[in-house]
């Protein structure tokens, strides 16, 4: 089964540091796009930040300079390194991988979600 897992969650004060992992598992043939999303509450899911399997990167304007996000490719895993985290980062995070399967000939491209976990940023 192909799958995304995520850990690093958990409750920071303000101007602390979190870093958050996503790995992918499971028979897959490439990774092309990874991204982080996130979902505060009662708001809509938003896109923080992304990277493409090249290395090239975008990241919302609200987190520009203070989170990074990097992948291993050989391991198939994405960070989000977080600093200088605010009150208004607070919400559940959710990897994102779009990632392509199956055997030559029938392969095809599957969009895949993390479970989600809470960043919480408060004093």
């Known amino acids: 089964q192909v799958q995304l897992v995520e850990s690093g969650g958990g409750l920071v004060q303000p101007g602390g540091s979190l870093r958050l992992s996503c790995a992918a598992s499971?028979?897959?043939?490439?990774?092309?796009?990874m991204g982080w999303y996130r979902q505060a509450p009662g708001k809509e899911r938003k896109l923080v930040a992304g990277i493409l399997s090249g290395g090239n990167t975008y990241y919302a304007d609200s987190v520009k300079g203070r989170f990074t996000i990097t992948r291993d490719n050989a391991r198939n895993t994405m960070y989000l390194q977080m600093n200088s985290l605010k009150p208004e980062d607070t919400a559940v995070y959710y990897c994102?991988?779009?990632?392509?399967?199956?055997?030559?000939?029938?392969?095809?491209?599957?969009?895949?979600w993390g479970q989600g976990t809470l960043v919480t940023t408060s004093s």
């Open positions: 994102y991988a779009k990632v392509l399967v199956g055997t030559e000939g029938s392969r095809r491209f599957l969009e895949l």
């Open positions: 499971g028979s897959i043939f490439s990774i092309n796009v």
